[in-house]
């Protein structure tokens, strides 16, 4: 049977903050956890075990376990602050549940109730549970005066004990209007991240990438394949970078979308002077922008690897890595998806794509959306459409994922080689910092 799994990201409500993410499993329909319980178990035990290394990173992992998870000691995959153990109505009834659930919580694990509900079985064991999590997707939940009266005293009670309470299912504007409207602690749901960033005036970038790319260029011999890795894990840098050299300034002949062609045109003395204009603005990113720019870098590397399972694919991987990287920029700079593009000379099945999920590379895109989203029908649609057998999704998603993990941990940490100290650079021609001012800003 086809499985699928995919993280989707809790928020902050006040601050934008990513604290961490569920991970959604899916079984031959819609979950895992509609399955015969002991079959569910059986998929969940032996993925986690196989990938519970590649999806931990600085933030926490939420994860829904069933009975049968609970009672085989699943949770101890991963130390006490890495996992949050969400427990439903399959576990709260079980007659065994409570001594596991004390047990875990002597070990300083953690524990969410899904679904929370003002009834004796969810109030006895409110005491284990540091969240309190409310699925706001329910139409009368929101939008019946019952419905809502029922929320505002469960996020009442919540606040009144001492709980965190999560609003789960904020798919829609309205509803997360509403979930801020209640003051919940944390958001998540589709829109969520639609709402990770503003749009800016200037670029956002990462500031560890970018400092990397600082000391990458003042070596004396720059090793140019570095420093086009550098540049292509990072959105805001490569729009940068190819915004630059294709405008009048450089004059090509033919403009490209290619990063290391980009490189080459610059040259090594104006590519340190264009890093040493960006920063004077180099003010690095807030946490939702961060979050922005690691869904980018997530989807350009998931859509770069889906390629190779298309046949006679009309685009290569480099074009698959730019829908996905390109995929957040209108969120990033002051200008809508078309105008961006109209600055970058991507092919026209990127174009398309982008702007309106047309042919196939559109439905590469579509396929990213569809499975960032949790919505399993869609993507096994759109990957049954292609030709990628959706038994390898799974993986292939979560190899992408810790692949961004182990690049995040080195930029998130000060970049400095070992043995050398810091190194500034120092330029003198004012004409040409005039010229990059002007393409610049």
């Not at 990113?285 to 998931?302: H, P």
């Not at 043995?419 to 004012?430: K, N, P, T, V």
């Amino acid at each position: 049977m086809d499985r699928c799994v995919v993280r989707q990201a809790i928020k902050e409500t006040m601050t934008g903050n990513i604290i961490g993410y569920e991970l959604l499993f899916q079984g031959s329909d819609d979950s895992f956890y509609d399955e015969p319980e002991t079959s569910a178990a059986d998929m969940i035990s032996n993925f986690l075990m196989n990938n519970s290394n590649k999806f931990v990173s600085d933030k926490i992992m939420f994860i829904t376990f069933t009975p049968s998870l609970l009672f085989r000691n699943t949770p101890k995959m991963f130390e006490p602050d890495k996992v949050i153990i969400q427990i439903e109505d399959n576990l709260i009834i079980h007659p065994l549940a409570t001594p596991f659930i004390k047990k875990y919580c002597e070990l300083g694990y953690q524990f969410a109730i899904n679904n929370f509900q003002f009834s004796q079985k969810y109030m006895e064991m409110l005491e284990y549970a540091k969240y309190i999590r409310i699925n706001l997707s329910q139409a009368e939940t929101t939008e019946t005066e019952r419905g809502k009266k029922s929320v505002e005293n469960i996020v009442s009670m919540a606040q009144g004990t001492g709980k965190k309470c999560i609003a789960t299912g904020v798919n829609t504007k309205e509803v997360y209007d509403y979930a801020v409207k209640l003051k919940v602690d944390y958001l998540e749901g589709n829109y969520v991240a639609k709402t990770l960033a503003s749009k800016v005036d200037k670029v956002k970038y990462m500031q560890g990438n970018f400092f990397q790319l600082m000391v990458a260029v003042s070596e004396e011999e720059p090793d140019m394949e570095e420093i086009e890795q550098i540049v292509s894990r990072d959105a805001g840098l490569t729009y940068a970078l190819l915004k630059l050299v294709n405008s009048a300034y450089f004059a090509l002949r033919r403009r490209t979308a290619s990063i290391r062609q980009a490189l080459v045109t610059l040259g090594i003395t104006q590519l340190r002077q264009w890093v040493y204009m960006l920063s004077f603005d180099s003010k690095g990113t807030d946490s939702s922008s961060e979050e922005l720019l690691k869904i980018s870098f997530l989807r350009a590397t998931f859509a770069s690897e889906l390629v190779g399972y298309i046949k006679d694919c009309p685009i290569n991987k480099t074009d698959a890595y730019l829908i996905g990287m390109f995929s957040t920029l209108e969120y990033m700079v002051n200008a809508t998806e078309e105008e961006i593009l109209e600055e970058i000379p991507v092919s026209a099945e990127v174009k398309n794509a982008l702007v309106a999920q047309e042919g196939t590379a559109g439905k590469i895109y579509s396929l990213l959306l569809a499975y960032e989203r949790a919505d399993w029908k869609q993507s096994k649609k759109l990957s049954e459409s292609l030709g990628v057998p959706t038994y390898l999704l799974a993986q292939t998603y979560i190899d992408c994922v810790d692949e961004v993990n182990e690049i995040w941990k080195g930029l998130t940490t000060e970049y400095e080689r070992p043995g050398e100290e810091r190194r500034f650079m120092h330029f003198d021609d004012s004409d040409d910092r005039e010229h990059l001012e002007d393409v610049l800003y």
